[in-house]
């Protein structure tokens, strides 16, 4: 019976947004809510990657982007996939 009760408090909130006028049917409130979902998981990656980030810079774990540092990025880059080469606003 929870589950029943859950199902309907849920259709009950996807039809006040229809309701509202935000939404013309249930497609859209949903379609809208998995997105927000995966906006929501993206800022959690995100953050997860930015105090990954602070601790390196922390500890010292930094590189200076000089012209050296990006010929070497392209070196790699080339060296891994030759055949795929970069747009000309990117090469060094």
Not at 16 to 44: C, F, H, P, T, W
Request: charged residues 35%; without cysteine.
């Amino acid at each position: 019976m929870a589950d029943t009760m859950v199902a309907l408090t849920i259709e009950e909130r996807i039809q006040r947004q229809i309701d509202s006028g935000r939404y013309a049917d249930a497609s859209e409130v949903l379609k809208q809510a998995l997105a927000l979902m995966e906006r929501e998981e993206n800022l959690k990656l995100l953050k997860a990657l930015i105090a990954e980030a602070e601790e390196s810079i922390a500890r010292g774990e930094v590189y200076e982007m000089t012209d050296e540092f990006w010929d070497e990025v392209w070196d790699e880059a080339m060296a891994m996939d030759p055949n795929t080469p970069l747009p000309e606003h990117l090469r060094p």
